[in-house]
């Protein structure tokens, strides 16, 4: 039995924010979950990721503050269902409350399988404290520390959770994004090549995507930044598996100073 199911609102009582730049006459920033394709039966662990672009503090006066929080639920690469690297869900809004925001969150990874969530750790105090306090600490991915290490000169191995946006690892997150929006699919049925970018059913994070500088606001790139750190990670984590198993000893020796770091 799921912890959590998703209602469609057949109403129309909830109103997703679904254009970049958000119009300035919505009669709310609440937003609401669109759900583009439901978690199979029984996921396995790690087929479904979380990108959480959270909110800084509660929202006083929200015609000043245009900056929302953003998640995305993506499916990674897998062989038991129909479908990968592709996203299923997302979120963008601004309640009044941020802890809404955390809640949404949580319920979606409960929903999605307990999937992993990567949050961006310069502003997710706040979420990393929620998270705790409902006793889902666990569903919050650790730092990626193996991709911290290939772009930071004096990288330190700590034990935080989420992903750190600021100088290299920015530019390393754009680098990865890029890479994964060109990365080619298949083919269509007037034989020209399909790529990741054309399966997004995000029309405002394609217009966040068309738009993006880093002085600007856009949090739903910014909710995908986390996703494609968390995947560099597992292929970091993957062929330093495969390399520790070819060849322990030498594996040792070469690592022999990680081991015995504070």
């Not at 015609?63 to 979120?91: P, Q």
Request: net charge neutral; charged share 25%; hydrophobic share 35%.
């Amino acid at each position: 039995k799921q912890p959590v199911r998703f209602i469609a609102d057949l109403t129309k009582k909830l109103q997703p924010i679904i254009e970049y730049p958000t119009p300035n006459n919505l009669p709310t920033l609440e937003g609401a979950v669109v759900i583009y394709e439901p978690p199979i039966y029984d996921p396995p662990y790690g087929l479904y990721k979380i990108g959480y672009d959270p909110v800084y503090h509660d929202d006083v006066d929200r015609k000043l503050v245009r900056s929302l929080g953003s998640i995305i639920v993506y499916k990674t690469s897998n062989k038991i269902s129909a479908g990968f690297d592709e996203i299923v869900a997302e979120y963008t809004g601004r309640p009044d409350n941020t802890d809404v925001i955390n809640d949404i969150c949580l319920k979606l990874s409960l929903y999605y399988g307990k999937a992993g969530v990567m949050v961006e750790s310069d502003k997710g105090k706040d979420a990393v404290a929620y998270f705790k306090r409902k006793g889902y600490f666990h569903l919050l991915e650790d730092q990626p520390d193996s991709v911290i290490a290939r772009v930071t000169k004096n990288p330190t191995v700590s034990r935080v959770k989420g992903a750190p946006m600021t100088g290299p690892m920015k530019a390393t997150a754009e680098k990865f994004t890029l890479k994964w929006l060109l990365t080619e699919r298949g083919v269509n049925g007037e034989g020209k090549i399909v790529r990741n970018m054309d399966l997004l059913p995000s029309i405002p994070l394609v217009q966040e995507l068309i738009m993006y500088n880093r002085d600007g606001n856009f949090d739903r790139v910014s909710a995908l930044f986390p996703i494609m750190l968390s995947i560099e990670e597992d292929i970091e984590k993957s062929i330093d598996t495969m390399r520790r198993e070819s060849n322990p000893a030498r594996y040792f020796n070469d690592n022999l100073k990680n081991f015995f770091k504070k």
